[in-house]
């Protein structure tokens, strides 16, 4: 494993480099210290990187209205602690990047900007988490019905072609990954505590070695449980999937209802449903209260990528002035996406608050909403729609808004969540049909003129 320059001075600023029993430096910083001292960097034009370098003493000076000098010189200077921890990970098959690195995931820097985690460290393919797919997730206690029930939801994700993202703590998140896995499927598991002991448990190993799981973490590979490290871990399980299903959840408290109604009532980043069928949960009623919709209960891979083709019905295009999601992203200072984040889709909008009297178990008052959300997830069978056209034409004057200053191909791809040979073959046609332009100086593709005003 090589840790960039970047990498290496961030993991010196901010990480525990806990090797075995080690104990933790009482002078790292935390996110909200370095993210101050990440702007900071920015606006004097350079990098964590040059930190390490022979001018760190003059930039380090220059540091001072944010953090003290001392302080970071004495973090920097753990580089011993450093090459034992990197052995250490080495030998474990752990890997780490920083928000610096070309490999981080793009859509954690699409969603949450400046609040994506400084570090990533995981185990296996890293590719996967730029997949997408179906977040499950749910009470660590439940019964042996709804552990049938996740592990039939794991199992259908897998026939889709759809990518499980989850937890990885005992009850829903684990049986919705077993289930997948066990179907062949693929499977992130974003986990809060013990990300070495896990990726070294021989029932991981087999699929962390054929590529069918990634395990990732925010956190120190041997931190413990941590409420808060449980609470903040759920905003990633979000941000990396497209859709999302909470199982079952307890009312008002708990990290699966924390981080339900703060996706349904602040990031909204993916469409969150709720179980509909099986044994009543005050937790889901309440969810659906908020906004959540009802699970349409899909049997077949088919139906189940219905659900995720729903993502085409975006109403507005996401204000992301700069569009500027590069590699160096990570020294720059930008807002906290509540109102520029993806859209609630048309799905959400369909769905009636649920009532006490509508019991999940209650099928004449369940199944009039389950036939709503059909009819806007399902198209009708008598009618053949060209899909790519759809998409074609819901994407087009997301595309416009986005080009109205010079703007990447990449750019463009990573504030829509999609990949760059899609915004490539976007991007030609509208080219072709005479409603942008590619540009030289500055380098980027724009709207013509003309094109403003209609």
């Given at each position: 494993m090589s840790l960039s320059p970047n990498t290496q001075a961030i993991l010196l600023l901010t990480a525990p480099l806990i090797v075995g029993r080690g104990v933790q430096s009482p002078d790292l910083l935390s996110p909200a210290e370095y993210k101050r001292l990440a702007s900071h960097l920015h606006q004097i034009q350079k990098q964590p990187a040059d930190l390490l370098t022979a001018e760190s003493t003059e930039i380090l000076r220059l540091c001072r209205p944010v953090a003290d000098e001392s302080r970071l010189q004495r973090l920097l200077g753990r580089g011993f602690l450093l090459s034992q921890v990197v052995e250490r990970w080495q030998?474990?098959?752990?890997?780490?990047?920083?928000?610096?690195?070309?490999?981080?995931?793009?859509?954690?820097?699409?969603?949450?900007?400046?609040?994506?985690?400084?570090?990533?460290y995981g185990c296996g393919d890293i590719s996967l988490l730029e997949t997408g797919g179906l977040a499950v997730v749910g009470s660590r206690k439940i019964d042996d019905a709804l552990v049938d029930y996740t592990m039939f939801i794991g199992r259908l994700a897998a026939s889709a072609?759809?990518?499980?993202?989850?937890?990885?703590?005992?009850?829903?998140?684990?049986?919705?990954?077993?289930?997948?896995?066990?179907?062949?499927?693929?499977?992130?598991?974003?986990?809060?505590?013990?990300?070495?002991?896990?990726?070294?448990?021989?029932?991981?190993?087999?699929?962390?070695?054929?590529?069918?799981?990634?395990?990732?973490?925010?956190?120190?590979?041997?931190?413990?449980?941590?409420?808060?490290?449980?609470?903040?871990?759920?905003?990633?399980?979000?941000?990396?999937?497209?859709?999302?299903?909470?199982?079952?959840?307890?009312?008002?408290?708990?990290?699966?209802?924390?981080?339900?109604?703060?996706?349904?009532?602040?990031?909204?980043?993916?469409p969150v449903f709720i179980r509909s069928t099986g044994a009543p949960s005050a937790g889901l009623d309440a969810l659906g209260g908020r906004g959540a919709t009802l699970w349409p209960n899909p049997r077949d891979a088919e139906s189940l990528n219905q659900i995720f083709a729903i993502k085409v019905s975006i109403s507005e295009?996401?204000?992301?002035?700069?569009?500027?999601?590069?590699?160096?992203?990570?020294?720059?200072?930008?807002?906290?996406?509540?109102?520029?984040?993806?859209?609630?889709?048309?799905?959400?909008?369909?769905?009636?608050?649920?009532?006490?009297?509508?019991?999940?178990?209650?099928?004449?008052?369940?199944?009039?909403?389950?036939?709503?959300?059909?009819?806007?997830?399902?198209?009708?069978?008598?009618?053949e729609l060209n899909h790519a056209d759809l998409l074609f034409a819901t994407v087009r004057d997301l595309i416009k808004k986005l080009l109205k200053t010079p703007t990447k191909d990449a750019d463009i791809a990573a504030a829509l969540n999609v990949t760059s040979g899609q915004v490539k073959v976007w991007l030609q046609r509208l080219v072709d049909e005479g409603v942008i332009e590619k540009q030289k100086k500055p380098v980027g593709y724009v709207v013509k003129h003309s094109e403003l005003f209609k």
């Open positions: 030998a474990r098959a752990i890997w780490v990047i920083s928000r610096a690195d070309p490999e981080y995931p793009r859509r954690l820097k699409a969603r949450l900007r400046s609040d994506a985690p400084a570090v990533l072609n759809r990518t499980l993202i989850s937890g990885g703590a005992k009850g829903v998140d684990l049986a919705a990954m077993r289930g997948a896995l066990q179907s062949g499927g693929k499977v992130i598991g974003v986990l809060a505590e013990n990300l070495e002991r896990t990726a070294m448990s021989r029932e991981e190993r087999n699929s962390l070695r054929d590529g069918n799981l990634v395990l990732v973490s925010a956190y120190d590979p041997n931190a413990g449980f941590n409420v808060g490290h449980a609470m903040q871990r759920n905003k990633l399980i979000y941000a990396l999937a497209d859709a999302s299903l909470v199982v079952n959840t307890d009312l008002n408290k708990g990290g699966t209802w924390a981080g339900a109604v703060e996706q349904l009532d602040k990031l909204q980043y993916v295009v996401p204000q992301q002035p700069g569009l500027s999601l590069s590699s160096s992203d990570e020294i720059e200072n930008a807002p906290n996406p509540r109102a520029t984040t993806e859209p609630r889709t048309s799905l959400e909008v369909s769905h009636e608050p649920l009532t006490p009297e509508s019991s999940r178990t209650d099928r004449s008052a369940v199944e009039p909403k389950l036939n709503v959300i059909a009819e806007a997830v399902m198209p009708a069978p008598e009618v």
